[in-house]
Structures are given as structure tokens and as C-alpha cells.
């Protein structure tokens, strides 16, 4: 289908995401795609010390997040960047994949050389990694 950029749950704001759009295209291609199949992998990369970066909205962090993940809204993340590591391993993830997406291509465009886009996002670490976390 066709690609809307930060196409969320209407009542979480996209504040800040149009800043995103144009660097996002520096790093598309390399962007790494850790396919829904691979979300043991994702829970593996987090056990050996990866950055799981959650880049949902404050309101759905307060539903649910993964154990030991840092939240940074989408919207936030031109202004945050500096705070990670570009040398980290770092997994981005959101809702369904869509959004972390979009922050992991705005982050190889920046130089970060180790990210990670976890396709299906909280909601199939929910199913298959951890049930604890909630769905919504």
C-alpha cells in the first residue's frame, strides 16, 4: 500500500516527524530490517547489550514497553540523537515497525553504523517474545 509517513493512532501527535522525512532518505537501502521472523533475534541483540531505543509516543510507553528499553519519541529524535552511541548496537522499534523505520534510516543518515528496524514492533515482541508486555 502506499507510505504515510508517521501514520499513527490519531490521538498521539506526529509533532516533530516532518524533520525526520528528508534526512530519512540519506540512509535509505542500508537501513537493517530484522524481519517479523527474526524477533528472537531482536531479544537476542538486547541479552548481549544492544540499545533497544522505543520512539512510540509517552502514552504508549505507559501501555507497555520491552524490559531495559529507552524511550525517545519519533518526534524528539532530531534533537536526542546526540544522546546515543553511533557505535552502539541499536535496535529501533514502535508499534508495528513503521515509525522505527523511519528513525533508523534518519539514524544511518547520521552515521550510526549498527541499527536495527524491528519489523512488527512491541506487538510481535508481545506474541513471541514476551507475552508480559502488553498488547494495544
Given at each position: ?19 525526520l522525512i528528508a534526512a530519512t532518505y540519506a540512509g535509505a537501502g542500508k537501513t ?105
Amino acid at each position: 500500500g502506499e507510505f504515510r509517513f508517521g501514520h499513527t493512532h490519531p490521538r498521539y501527535s506526529n509533532s516533530g516527524a516532518i524533520a525526520l522525512i528528508a534526512a530519512t532518505y540519506a540512509g535509505a537501502g542500508k537501513t537493517r530490517n530484522l524481519e517479523a521472523g527474526d524477533v528472537e533475534k531482536a531479544a537476542t541483540m538486547r541479552d548481549g547489550g544492544a540499545f533497544m531505543l522505543d520512539v512510540r509516543q509517552p502514552e504508549e510507553w505507559t501501555a507497555g514497553h520491552i524490559p531495559d528499553a529507552t524511550l525517545i519519541p519519533l518526534g524528539e529524535i532530531p534533537k536526542r540523537f546526540g544522546e546515543l552511541d553511533p557505535n552502539a548496537e541499536i535496535v529501533v522499534h514502535c508499534h508495528h515497525g513503521v515509525r522505527s523505520g523511519a528513525v533508523a534510516r534518519y539514524l544511518i543518515g547520521q552515521g550510526f553504523a549498527r541499527v536495527h528496524n524491528l519489523e512488527g514492533g512491541i506487538d510481535r515482541w508481545s506474541l513471541e517474545v514476551d507475552p508480559s508486555v502488553p498488547r494495544y
